[in-house]
């Protein structure tokens, strides 16, 4: 009979199935999910720039912007542009992502409430109550 | 192959889309980076099929309140079945294999698996817009858009020549003003109008997105953070149920998405697009 606990038992099938090389077993959460805090402070902003967290169609010569890529690296391509790996720029993108100043989420809906007060554009003037400002 | 196509395409307006237009695998290839071509979903993709459907009535746009907005686009929740309807007809009448994209199938953090505005683009249902490279139409306005990918050959739509963006009032703002509607209304939006034509097309996703995504889980998310960090336990607890708990009244699943309208409330092109839809002024 098995001496394993039940839990034991489904973390061991878990690492069975995963495939993953051993050293990537008994880490801590943090390490599951995220790089190291000077690895993301590092490179952050640059990724951002670099993915469709910022994007930019630019038209070359009498053509315009339709059917031009636009200008943004996938997570590959900016593990190659900037020598990190893919698994790397992916946890630093997907952090940076949400990582930004609650403020600005305020500020998100003030934008909308004046907009809306001030260029009613045929709008109703009620106030904007369902949205925290 | 033709007969097949126009059935195809009758049968997703038939299900409630406003607008359908055919993409080729092949030419959808030539646009977007490795790994997000429609075969790298299914292998031996041929065609795209993209429907297009209006997002709002005209009178919400005439709406000040966001969530009234946001109940209206639930509402028009069929334009996902439509997707869905469109590749089980072309599996059960043709038999090739197809599968649905919608909005919202993301790769990794918020980046999709495909571009529908691409795959729009090359169906002919509009065109890149300054708004941040929204895919517009002339006849529409703005439109959400979903797609069937399948291994079925179909007889491609082309992309549009002309562009829908910039309008002749944009165009004619931006010569005197170096602004357009749009960009004056927000500063997530950048770019360039030369000769009539857009030149350069720049887009804050992070501020469209928090403008977008006000109420969204992962605003609350992001609350969190700084909820943990409050040492006081009063003021923990006033962060946590306090104004900012609205954060969390879009759970995860809910599927409220885009709360911010305002690039399109201003847009010449979707203001004449309303008009026309539904004759009202």
Known sequence: MSQKSYTEEIVERSRKDSRLPAEKFRQNTYDLYCVPVDVYNKYKDEILRLSLNYQEWVAAGDDSVILHRVNQLTDIEIADKIGLDEDTVRRIRCMAEWDIPMEVWRNAAEFKLRHRLEKPLGCTDRDIRNEPS | ?281
């Not at chain 2, 746009?61 to 469109?86: E, K, P, Y």
């Open chain 2, 1 to 281: 192959m033709k007969e097949a196509t126009e059935r195809i395409k009758q049968f997703a307006l038939d299900k409630g889309a406003d607008a359908v237009g055919i993409a080729s695998v092949a030419e959808i290839k030539r646009l977007v980076p490795q790994g997000y071509s429609p075969d790298d979903l299914l292998k031996g993709a041929k065609s795209v099929i993209v429907s297009g459907n209006r997002r709002y009535t005209s009178g919400t746009w005439f709406t000040s309140n966001i969530d009234v907005i946001h109940r209206q686009r639930a509402a028009m929740g069929g334009r996902d079945a439509v997707a869905l309807a469109v590749a089980r007809f072309i599996e059960e009448e043709y038999g090739y294999a197809s599968i649905s994209i919608v909005p919202a199938m993301f790769d990794s953090g918020i980046n999709p698996v495909i571009s529908l505005k691409v795959l729009a683009e090359m169906a002919g249902l509009g065109t890149r817009c300054m708004a941040g490279g929204i895919i517009l139409s002339r006849e529409h306005g703005l439109l959400g858009f979903v797609a069937a990918i399948t291994t079925m050959e179909l007889v491609p739509d082309r992309p549009l020549a002309e562009p829908v963006c910039p309008h002749p009032a944009c165009i004619s703002m931006w010569e005197r003003r170096k602004t357009t509607p749009c960009m004056e209304a927000c500063s997530a939006i950048g770019g360039r109008i030369e000769n009539g034509r857009l030149k350069e097309v720049r887009w804050f996703r992070q501020l469209c997105a928090t403008r977008a995504l006000t109420t969204m889980n992962g605003a609350y998310i992001r609350l969190l953070a700084d909820i943990m960090d409050e040492t006081d336990p009063e003021r923990r607890k006033y962060l946590a149920i306090g104004q900012a708990r609205r954060y969390i009244e879009d759970p995860p699943g809910r599927g409220i998405w885009g709360r911010c309208i305002e690039c399109m409330r201003v847009c010449p092109v979707n203001r004449n697009a309303i008009k026309l839809q539904h004759q009202v002024v």
